[in-house]
Structures are given as C-alpha cells and as structure tokens.
C-alpha cells in the first residue's frame, strides 16, 4: 500500500517561512505529477501547487493565493516533495497534505501550519 507521509508544519509568526516535506513510498515517484493541497477550518480541502515529472517538462502550477511565495520542489532520489513557503500569512494556516495530481493516492495525515504572531 502507497503511503503518503507530511512533516515540517508548525507556529511561525507572519511574513516567516515554513520548509514541508513528504515521503511517498512509490517506486514510480519519478514518473508522477506531484502536489501540494490545503485545507483550513471550515473550507474545502484546495490545490495550490503542482509539480509534474522532470520527463514531462518539470511544469509548476500554482494557485494565485500563494504564487510568488510558495515553491514546490522534488527529490526523486528520495520520493520527496517539498512546499518552501515564505512570506506567510494568517490565511495560510492550514492542514497541508501532498498527494498526485490527479489525487490517486489516499490522503496522508497532513501536517498543520499555523500563522500567528
């Protein structure tokens, strides 16, 4: 069974940065579109920021709400994505979980990040 493991959340004050990761234990985590979604209290769980294969282009997408402050990345070697994220701002507090796009994996346990000062 693929398993989807976040970590990196925590308490940063406004305007800080927060560097998650994610293991997928998935043996063809090369070949995978890659991303990062959100969900915050009462609100629909969101996509914010993608990463396709180094095979199809290595493309980016993000959601306008966290283009210019997010980065997602990849370490293949180690079946790892990662969301950088800076500038961060209350309404970015969330619980983060990383998936495929389109989500095909069950959901992981997410890791929470809080933004207060």
């Known amino acids: 069974q693929v398993q989807v493991v976040e970590s990196g959340g925590g308490l940063v004050q406004p305007g800080g940065s927060l560097r998650l990761s994610c293991v997928v234990s998935r043996t063809i985590f090369s070949f995978l579109t890659v991303a990062w979604y959100r969900q915050a209290p009462g609100n629909e769980r969101e996509l914010i920021a993608s990463?396709?294969?180094?095979?199809?282009?290595?493309?980016?997408n993000y959601a306008d709400s966290v283009k210019g402050r997010f980065t997602i990345s990849r370490d293949n070697a180690k079946n790892t994505v990662f969301l950088q994220m800076d500038s961060l701002k209350s309404e970015d507090a969330a619980v983060y979980y990383c998936n495929t796009y389109p989500r095909a994996l069950s959901w992981g346990q997410g890791t929470q990040v809080t933004v207060s000062s």
């Open positions: 990463l396709s294969s180094s095979i199809v282009g290595g493309a980016t």
